[in-house]
């Protein structure tokens, strides 16, 4: 299956969901390139920020489990940028 490269955007408005958002964010570490969080302590929000490269049912894996945690929500961008893993066909 081929890797797509993208963007996710986090909002977390209800800081007692943060455990459960890490707890995900490390489930899906190995699709998970950079992440950059961002605590925003005077409005009682939290924002972070992934670029993720996998194959596209494990984005949607991860975007969906995402959003179904209380107080988050969840936006993402995939790019045209397509890797095929080694041994699918299309890469052969």
Same mark, same amino acid.
């Given at each position: 299956? %081929? +890797? ?8 977390? %408005?209800?800081?007692?969901?943060? @455990?459960? =958002? ?9 699709? =998970?390139?950079?992440?950059? !969080?961002?605590?925003?302590?005077? +409005? ?8 993720? %490269? !996998?194959? $596209?049912?494990?984005? &949607?894996?991860? $975007? /969906? ?5 209380? &107080?988050?929500?969840? +936006?993402?961008?995939? $790019? ?5 893993? @080694? /041994?699918?066909?299309?890469? %052969?």
């Amino acid at each position: 299956m %081929e +890797k797509r490269l993208g963007i996710v955007a986090i909002l977390v %408005e209800e800081q007692a969901s943060v @455990p459960r =958002v890490n707890a995900l964010l490390s489930e899906y570490a190995d699709i =998970v390139d950079a992440r950059l !969080g961002l605590p925003m302590r005077g +409005k009682g929000i939290s924002l972070i920020s992934l670029v993720v %490269e !996998g194959d $596209t049912d494990t984005l &949607g894996a991860l $975007t /969906g489990r995402l959003g179904k945690v209380p &107080g988050v929500k969840v +936006k993402s961008v995939l $790019t045209g940028f397509r890797e095929s893993e @080694p /041994g699918d066909a299309a890469a %052969e």
